[in-house]
């Protein structure tokens, strides 16, 4: 259970992570001496600032926000490392904190005396660690170097190794900061998989990420920190979709590109087309950092065997210079169950035959999803990219066999 | 700040489990005794790590913690004793010296490792919450081992010079435990002043210097005259050597005035370096 109200921290600006030398000091005070009354007033930087709130037990928390927004400050208050400037924080229940993969670690120690060190450094006594040994040893897959000193280990060694002695830490506050990315591709599954199995043992977690499909997985709950305060606190998927949608266009002002393609959705928000055959609409949006003359928009949708099922282009475009949306009406969207790519180029100042140039183009995410039910022929072979229902009437013949004989 | 503080505090006071409070440093320091007990596994892994790593990739290891104040004890023997013939009241020189040098070197040391502890661990203390006081206590402490292999070069010494101990032998535990609380002391202020003024780490190895001419180590303190003892005591490495000498040899008589000013001064410099450590610990991993 974590309170925190009101906490901030304030740094001198130039401080954080500079060391005086006493000749800086001396220097002052001898070209100075007289001017200490009048102090200059320093420059202040408030990494976190007036931000409270509420953790339950058992909760898991992610932490979301740019760079440099404070997440790490937060998590170094909430572990004692740093001490806040005002506010206060109450924490109860035993506190362990991962900020950093291989805290503790040296490299003349052998595997084995580091995980024990490694593991006192992070909080645990050494019956836990005697108890979870060969765990550990067992998750960082490094049975065959444990008397081997960590410096002739390869760096995905150690941070396996580092990785397996934090993830089995069991306090009952854990603080974890963005440490999940490291290894190949399959120890970081690993790595989640064992978070998960962590979270889902009923501890209380606060975990800082980038990784957005991280967070989705592993909380319940996300705060969002912007320039060292709480922009939006709420449930998982919808801090997420505004933080994303935010950074999106942040991203697209950045970028130096004319015109930036941020999202698209049908008309209920979603891209999970559930009925191709009354008139769908497809949202596109995107920024434009300058307008857009006589441009060409152009659409294709594209199965997964990079069929273009159809194309439609648009001339004589003028989009005014920021957000735009541009709306596709169809009539229908008759296709069989399944994901598709929207494939869409702008050009500008003409289409591509006629000399415009283009500014953008985007392979639509997330993939359109069709999910109507099928309604052409029950085998693959025969069943075709359409999916539009037919209907087979036998119909008594009016004309006689007689008739036909006797047109001959 | 405070003031709002105040009234929200008592959301969790209700809880059975005790709550652990963060908040802006106050201006007092408080000694946090109870809270390094419940580290003491951790202070044991920093010492252990500590001795572990001191002797790596060596090829002779330990032996060293014998050879240098064997070496320096020959060293001293031939210039302090043979040329310029200060004398060393009826001791063996190899006697007189080795037991001056065995809680000097192991003080020297233990200072400098204690001095540097801050600044060369600031990568964990940036990354997780200990006791930062576990730091120089460990460097003080795994010191102990080397001094323990140096004494055993001094046993052979008594062995070979027939020296036999006297009941005075049973007072060394307390010099000793003097010289690990100066080496203590002296170390928390100056790993403190290094994590903010790395100039420290330049002063260091004059100062070691320094103090060893300001102490009992090349010369008996029976040549400075008794009417300045009482001041030579101020520097309380006077006792721990003279203590040394007279418990371990057996010769000459107490350390008295010198012993009293040494311990006076060895609470002062520790109390007040507790006091400095723990202000300086609520800003350390902002400026290390």
């Known amino acids: 259970m974590i309170h925190v109200a009101g906490l901030g921290k304030r740094y001198r600006v130039g401080e954080r992570e500079r060391y005086f030398a006493l000749r800086d000091v001396l220097s002052r005070a001898i070209t100075a001496p007289f001017q200490r009354s009048e102090r200059r007033e320093p420059d202040y930087l408030w990494a976190i600032r007036d931000v409270s709130f509420d953790i339950r037990e058992g909760e898991v928390v992610g932490l979301i926000g740019r760079n440099g927004s404070g997440k790490t400050t937060l998590l170094k208050l909430l572990s004692r490392i740093t001490r806040p400037t005002t506010g206060f924080a109450e924490i109860q229940g035993r506190v362990g904190s991962l900020l950093e993969v291989g805290t503790g670690f040296h490299p003349e120690l052998t595997g084995r005396e580091n995980i024990y060190l490694s593991g006192a450094v992070l909080g645990m006594n050494k019956r836990d660690i005697d108890r979870k040994f060969d765990e550990i040893v067992a998750f960082a897959e490094v049975a065959r170097f444990l008397d081997t000193p960590l410096k002739h280990f390869s760096t995905g060694m150690q941070m396996r190794l580092a990785f397996a002695v934090a993830a089995h830490l069991e306090p009952e506050i854990l603080l974890v900061d963005e440490v999940l990315a490291v290894g190949d591709l399959e120890f970081q599954k690993k790595c989640l998989g064992k978070m998960q199995e962590v979270s889902k043992s009923g501890r209380t977690i606060v975990f800082v990420s980038h990784q957005m499909n991280q967070i989705r997985r592993l909380c319940e709950r996300v705060m969002w920190i912007n320039a060292g305060q709480i922009r939006q606190s709420g449930p998982t998927g919808e801090i997420i979709a505004a933080y994303e949608a935010a950074s999106l266009q942040q991203d697209s002002h950045e970028s130096l590109q004319q015109a930036c393609f941020s999202r698209w959705s049908l008309g209920d928000g979603s891209n999970l087309l559930r009925d191709g055959l009354s008139e769908v609409s497809l949202h596109f949006y995107l920024q434009l950092s300058a307008a857009v003359r006589q441009g060409h928009f152009g659409i294709a949708i594209i199965d997964n065997d990079n069929l273009v099922l159809i194309g439609w282009g648009f001339d004589n475009l003028d989009l005014g210079q920021g957000a735009q949306e541009l709306v596709l009406r169809i009539p229908a969207l008759p296709l069989r169950p399944g994901a598709y790519t929207l494939m869409c180029s702008l050009f500008d100042g003409g289409n591509n035959l006629t000399g415009g140039e283009l500014v953008e183009q985007w392979h639509a995410v997330p993939p359109l999803i069709v999910d109507t039910p099928p309604l052409s022929h029950p085998q693959d072979r025969w069943a075709g990219v359409l999916n539009i229902p037919a209907d087979l009437q036998v119909c008594p013949s009016t004309v006689t066999a007689g008739d036909v004989s006797g047109q001959e | ?288």
């Open chain 2, 1 to 288: 700040m405070s003031a709002t503080a105040a009234t929200e505090t008592s959301t969790l006071a209700t809880a059975t489990k005790p709550v652990l409070r963060i908040a802006p440093p106050a201006g007092w320091c408080e000694i946090p005794l109870g809270e390094l007990w419940s580290y003491r596994e951790l202070l044991y892994f920093m010492v252990w790590r500590d001795i572990k790593i001191r002797y790596k990739q060596t090829v002779i290891g330990a032996a060293w913690a014998v050879l240098q104040p064997l070496m320096t004890m020959i060293i001293f023997s031939l210039v302090f004793g043979k040329l310029a013939h200060i004398p060393s009241e009826g001791m063996p020189y190899a006697i007189f010296y080795y037991s001056a040098l065995l809680p000097w070197m192991y003080f020297a040391s233990a200072l400098q490792n204690a001095t540097n502890t801050i600044v060369e661990n600031q990568r964990v203390i940036t990354k997780v919450y200990f006791p930062r006081l576990a730091l120089p206590l460990a460097a003080v402490l795994a010191g102990l081992v080397d001094f323990g292999i140096s004494f055993l070069m001094f046993v052979v010494l008594m062995l070979y010079y027939r020296i036999h101990p006297t009941v005075a032998i049973l007072w060394l535990p307390a010099f000793l435990l003097l010289a690990v609380l100066t080496a203590l002391g002296v170390g928390l202020w100056l790993s403190a002043l290094n994590a903010i003024y790395r100039d420290v780490r330049y002063v260091l190895p004059f100062l070691v210097q320094f103090w060893m001419f300001a102490s009992p180590v090349a010369y008996p303190a029976s040549l400075v005259p008794v009417k300045w003892r009482w001041l030579y005591g101020l520097n309380p490495m006077a006792g721990v050597i003279e203590g040394f000498r007279w418990s371990l040899a057996g010769h000459g008589e107490p350390p008295g005035r010198i012993l009293i000013a040494s311990v006076g001064v060895v609470i002062l410099i520790l109390l007040g370096g507790v006091a400095y450590f723990q202000r300086m610990e609520t800003t350390v991993a902002d400026v290390v």
